[in-house]
């Protein structure tokens, strides 16, 4: 009888570690490349967990930089450019004016409410204007590059707004490891196998954009 117990329980132990196994967490819902803004609902774990195509170079300047979400994180990204010796332009409002001669369009990801306030602004507003100045960029055969810095307080009701126009577009994308936990810039970025870099620290970014400006 004790063998029959022992018998039953390793085989009760051994189907619950099987079950585990098997479980997917939360990641972003995969949505098309058209630069129309969807929310950011969680979705299946094959796209949150896929395999990304590696960064590669080829990406020219001049380079504007600009901001989805007016978060200071386009500032850091500026800091950031400097250290690897790439020239800039930082429009934070940019619209499609902006672009003549432009070769790369680079997204800083991520809102603010106080810099949506300095702006006079609201997210709808902001939103627009980046829908517009992506679709100006794409009939321009403007390459978009599309940086998450902020990490985990760059995410929220308010930043994940600012996520899907940009990372559905992008050429290329960065990710702070920090800012996406939950999978859903790693499931945007999948539905169109964009190239991409997650790195641990802003610090790494340098290294990722010398890769692409190589």
Same mark, same amino acid.
């Given at each position: 009888?004790?063998?029959?117990?022992?018998?039953?329980?390793?085989?009760?132990?051994?189907?619950?570690?099987?079950?585990?196994?098997?479980?997917? &967490?939360?990641?972003?819902?995969?949505?098309?490349?058209?630069?129309?803004?969807?929310?950011?609902?969680p979705s299946s774990g094959s796209a949150a967990n896929a395999e990304l195509p590696e960064l590669t170079?080829? *990406?020219?300047?001049?380079?504007?930089?600009?901001?989805?979400?007016?978060?200071?994180?386009?500032?850091?990204?500026?800091?950031?450019?400097?250290?690897?010796n790439i020239t800039v332009e930082l429009e934070n409002r940019a619209t499609a004016e902006n672009l003549?001669?432009?070769?790369?369009?680079?997204?800083?990801?991520? &809102?603010?409410?106080?810099?949506?306030?300095?702006?006079?602004?609201?997210?709808?507003?902001?939103?627009?204007?980046?829908?517009?100045?992506?679709?100006?960029?794409?009939?321009?055969?403007?390459? =978009? =590059?599309?940086?998450?810095?902020? &990490?985990?307080?760059?995410?929220?009701?308010?930043?994940?707004? *600012?996520?899907?126009?940009? *990372?559905?577009?992008?050429?290329?994308?960065?990710?702070?490891?920090?800012?996406?936990?939950?999978?859903?810039?790693?499931?945007?970025?999948?539905?169109?196998s964009v190239p991409s870099a997650y790195v641990d620290s802003q610090a790494d970014c340098i290294g990722?954009?010398?890769?692409? *400006?190589?």
């Amino acid at each position: 009888m004790k063998k029959l117990i022992t018998s039953l329980l390793c085989a009760a132990l051994t189907l619950s570690l099987l079950a585990s196994c098997g479980g997917g &967490g939360n990641n972003a819902n995969a949505n098309s490349k058209s630069g129309a803004n969807t929310s950011a609902n969680p979705s299946s774990g094959s796209a949150a967990n896929a395999e990304l195509p590696e960064l590669t170079g080829g *990406f020219e300047t001049p380079i504007l930089l600009t901001s989805a979400g007016q978060s200071a994180d386009s500032d850091i990204i500026k800091t950031l450019c400097t250290k690897a010796n790439i020239t800039v332009e930082l429009e934070n409002r940019a619209t499609a004016e902006n672009l003549d001669g432009i070769k790369t369009l680079l997204i800083s990801v991520g &809102g603010s409410s106080k810099g949506l306030g300095a702006a006079g602004i609201d997210a709808d507003q902001e939103i627009a204007r980046v829908q517009k100045l992506i679709k100006a960029a794409q009939d321009a055969d403007i390459k =978009i =590059i599309a940086m998450h810095v902020g &990490g985990a307080p760059r995410r929220g009701d308010l930043s994940d707004k *600012f996520l899907p126009d940009p *990372f559905n577009a992008a050429d290329a994308a960065v990710v702070v490891s920090g800012g996406d936990t939950d999978g859903l810039i790693r499931g945007l970025l999948a539905a169109n196998s964009v190239p991409s870099a997650y790195v641990d620290s802003q610090a790494d970014c340098i290294g990722c954009l010398t890769t692409l *400006f190589s």
